[in-house]
Each structure stands twice: as structure tokens, then as C-alpha cells.
């Protein structure tokens, strides 16, 4: 049993450690200012960048040669140089140059075989497609090459968004160009041939369907960001305390140091918190209203139930993760020194994290028990019930909760005795993780 | 205030240690011993000054005294408390200053005396009253809102004596006090030392000042790579090397020990 004297000193030094922390501009701007505003930038930016280069692309304008290879291609030809002026209407198709390539290309109106073939010559030169980006080169951007029999050949340059781009809108033009002449032919539209017509009814609610998205991108993100909000104080209250020659004077508190510590621990589990707390209401905030702009068959909310259901997941997750990082940076002596071995170990978190974005994977008794796995994975499945319990895996749930206090408590202990341990110097294997040679003392 | 309401203690041991050792390992410079079986004996109403040079062992025993290191063998009581054996009760009997106690920068002076007094379990009205003493017997009251990062070193210095002897301990243990200071501070912070003689209280306090130790101190301890070479006042340490200056005794006793030790090691 632990005396009350022994929480009242934690939580002393916990609400101490904890102002401290918040005062510190590095750890208010990755703690609470980024989780905060990333969704909002993050999502305002994507959409700028879709509207932007959608704008680029339909005001593209790219040259498509229509060539009329041989003798009597010309008749096959036309009907697509109709439809691609048809298609410039909307979609800014350069047509003046093809049409004059199309008038001297494959005719030979003269009857002059030699000077046909001069004609041929120089025109297949000027109608070879730019194979690189080379803007003043002249050709078209694509070549579409029309027999007066067989298969049309379209010539483009896949490394090239112009040439793409115009490969997109002759492949257009001759859907509709084929589509027309199957209704000519029919005498009816082609639709009404579909044998077999379906359609797609999506019975998940609005409200599911964010659920879901949630689901799919958050727990990953509150980890990561969890991670980040615990970082800087980790490194606070262990190698920067020794850097500004503080760490005796906490030491010399007059009350037990395991209760120093732990209060210690718990203000770094604090920022992480804050830092999830925030991610949560930036997403809340800023998530459903941008969403809404790219469609409206999507709700973003997060029922109470599945908060409250995520509150003790993440507090021992905090916990475990605070511990951690604040064990290793406890063998520090500064504040860069900190930095950089953390900065290795916080991937011992984000990327077992990602395992809450693979497909199929389900909150079963095993991945329960996997430290970081479990908690990601179960964050998920509360995410995904979206505030329905009883659709919650529960023994597994219970497990992962049991499992992560757990791992919370041994963590706790093991950085409570990194944290008060002697050392005279940095250890060799942290001088090599780092980069820095052990100091002499 | 004082953790100990007896006052006629004069005289009497309030730190003592018995062949204290402390060995430890580094990572580059392997088994460093920094003390070799030290024995002292501190008293109440006397100012104790341990003298020597750097890496001499002054730190460490004071370190082991204040519980901030753990002793490799020996024993160490203050206040008549075991330091291994109940080092809580030990920081909440004694005060500690060094230069390398700093004060939490982002705590101003007021907030860095409350957590200080709330851990050793004040709170309420008698806490507030004794932060308000201490900001006005250590002229605090100007700067006591401001962050202890913006404070002069002169201002930090005030603030952190506040803080040792927040509770008014009966230990006082200084490590080279005078340490960075200017010449105002090391003045001030003399006669801070001056001020806690009395009957009640023993100061214990290390520095390789010479001039520091001849003004202040009762008795002097001299020690030299982790060996206690003497301890006397003043006039016992000249008459048993015949010198005047203290920085004559001093070096006379370490060629003393020098020789001593060179003369056991042929013998061996």
C-alpha cells in the first residue's frame, strides 16, 4: 500500500513538472499547436493542391495530330477530328495544327507519287510525338494514327503529363465517337441492350462511413502524435534537467525520489495526452467541414461512448510510452544528445502503430497482447463501432487494456530506476546510437 | 520550522562518517576511486570547512552526505540519520546549495519556494507566510514574479539560499558556495554562512578558497585525492605543521602524505 504522503508528493511534482513543461515554447508548439492544426492545414492544403491541379488540367491546352495514314483514310479520320473538336469545347484541345496536317497528311491530290512521298516524308518528321520535355520541340503532344483499315494507333509519351493529358481526352473523344456509332447502328440508344442492370446501394449510414475513415487514419495518428507531445518533455526532465544543472536540485527533494519520478513520468504522460486531446479536436473541428467540400455522403463525429472507451486505452499507452521514452533519455546528458536517441527509439512506437492501417486485421487475444499493436488496433475497433459497444470485441478489449496497464506499471518501474541510477558518464551503447562520444567527468 | 527543536546541541557530532568509501565505474576512465575510508566528525554550532583541491573529494562526500550518491562502503549519519538507510528523512534535515544545484528556469522565485515548501509538507497559510518571510529577509520582494531564467546570478543566488534553508535546517551543507559568483555574491553569501553560527546548527561546507576557510571556518578538514590528510582549527593545523599561512599548511601536509604514502609503498 502506497502511503498518501508518497501520491501527494507526485502530484506535487507532476503539476510542477507539467507547467513547467507548458511553458516551454518547443513543447507547446509540438504539443498542442501541431496536433491541433495539422488536420485543418493538412486538409486545407490537399484540397487547394486538387483544386489547383484540376484547374491546371482542364485549362491545358495540348495538340493531338490526327494523321490519315494512307489513301482513304481521310474518311475514317474526319469523324474523329470532329469528335476532338467537339471535345476542344470543353477541354482546350489544340486543333488548328492538326487540321492542317490533316488536310496535306496521306492525300495526294496532285498525283505526283515523288512529290507525295517528299510531302509523306516531311510530314511523318514533323508528326513524330515529343519523346522528352523539350518545350520549344515541335510536334504534338500525341499522334493518333488512322488507316484507312484496321487499328488506329495512339503514339504518347507516358513520362510527359501533356502527352498523358492528351492521350486522356483522345481516348474520350473515341468512347463517345464509338458510343454514337453503336446507337447509329442500333437505331437505339446502347444502354437500353444492358442485359443486366444493377445498381450500387451503399446501406452504411453517413455517420458509418466517417466512422470508418476514422477509424482507418486515426489510431495511427494519435500514436504518432502521442509520440511527438511526449518527446521534448522526456528529454526535459532527464538530459535537459542535466544540462541546466537542475537534476541535483531535484534529486534533493525532500520526499521519496520513486515518487519524484513518477510525478516526473506523469507530466510527460500528460503532454502525450494533450497532444492526443488536441489531434482529436483538430480532427473534430476541421475534418468534418473539409470533408463536406469533397463529398457529402460522409459524417465525422466521435460519439461520447467511443471517446470515453479510448480514454483508458490511451492513458495506459501514455503512460508506457512516456515511461519509455523517458527511460532511454534518462542515459542523456543533453538536450541534443536526447533528441537524437529518441528520435530512433520513438519508431519503436509509430511503426508497430501502422499495423491499425492494414486491412483485415482484427483486435483478436494475440495482437491484444503485442505492446503498442494492441492498444492501435483496439483504438480502431472502438473508432469503427462508432459509439455502439455491442459491437466491440470485449474480451480482447479487456485484455489489451489489462495487457497496457500492465506494461505501463513494469515501464514505470524500470524508468523510475533508470532515472535515479548513478552514472559517471554517457553509456558506450548511447555514445554509439548517438553519435557522441562518452563523456569524461 | 526546524525539523529538530533541540537547541542545546553545541558540541555535539551532526555529521559523521566512518570509512566512507566511493568507487565508481566510467565508461572511458574505468574504476575512478573518489574516496578511500574518509572519517569525519561535524558538529553542532561549528562552521566545518572542507578544504582542497579539485577532484580532491570534497564533492563526493558532500554528495553521499546529501543523499544525491550512494556511498561504496562505510557509513555516513546526519543528524543522526543513516543516509543509506533513510535518505528521505536525512533531505528533509539538512539544506544543500552548490553551483551545480540550479533553479528551475521556467519557475519564478515565488513558485520555485512554494514547491519547495509544499514538499516538505507545508501548505496553506503557513505556507504563504514563510514564502513571504523568506522574499523579504532575502530582499526577493523585486524580482520574486519573474521567471528564475530572467534572474541575474546575484538574484538566482538569494533565491536558491531561500530555498535551502526554506525549512530552517539544523544541517547546512554547502558545496564550494562561492563558485561563479562575483565579488558582491561571494561576500554575500560569506556572510549568509556567518549568519547561520549558532548553537543550534552545524554548516558544513567545501571550497579550495584558502581565504574562505581562514574567515569562516571553526574547524578545517584538508583532503587529498579521497584521503582526509588532517582536521583541526586553524592554529592546530599550523602547530602540527609549523607553518602560518594556510596555504603553507596545506601543501605541508600534502607532502606529508605524499611521503607517507611513498614511504609505505617501499616498506610494502
Redesign the interface.
Known sequence: MIPAGWWR?AR??AV?ET??AF??RQTRMYTLLMPLVMYPVMFWVALQAMTLVDGLREARTVSVAVVASDDGAADRADPLRDALRDDALDQVVQLARYESLLERGGRDDAGDDAAAAAREAALLAELEPRTRYTPDAAGADAVLRVPAQGELVLEYDASRSASRLARDRVEDALERLIELRRAEALGMPVAELVPLDFERRDLAEDADRGAFVLSTMLPLMLVAMATMGAFFPAVDITAGERE???F??T???????TAVFTGQLISVAIAALAATAMNLVGIMLAAGHLLSMLTDEIEITLPLTSAALMLPVMVTFALFLAATLTAFASFTETFKQGQALLGSVQMVFILPALASTLPGIQLTLGVAVIPVVGPSVALREILRAGGDPSALPLVPLLVCLGTSALLAALAVALAVRAMRG?R?????WV?KLTGQG???? | MSTNDASNKDGTAAVVTRALTKRYAHPVEGEVRALNGLDIECRYGEIFGLLGPNGAGKSTTLRILATTLRPSSGTALVDGVDVTEDPDEVRRRIGFLSATTGLYPRLDARETLRYFGTLHGLSGRALEDRVEELIETFSMTGFATQRCEQLSSGQKQRVNIARAVFHDPDVLILDEPTTGLDILGTSEMIEFIHSRRDGRRCVLFSTHVLSEAERLCDRIGIIYGGDLLGVGTLDELRARTGEHWLEDVFRAMVTEAGHESARMGTDA
Not at chain 1, 251 to 257: A, F, G, K, Q
Not at chain 1, 424 to 428: D, E, F, L, W
Not at chain 1, 438 to 441: D, L, T
Request: hydrophobic share 35%.
Open positions: 508528493a506535487v511534482v510542477k507547467r513547467s511553458r516551454d541546466r544543472k537542475t541535483e536540485t534529486l534533493l527533494l525532500p520526499v521519496p525520489r548513478e559517471a558518464g554517457v553509456p558506450t555514445a562518452a563523456s569524461k567527468s
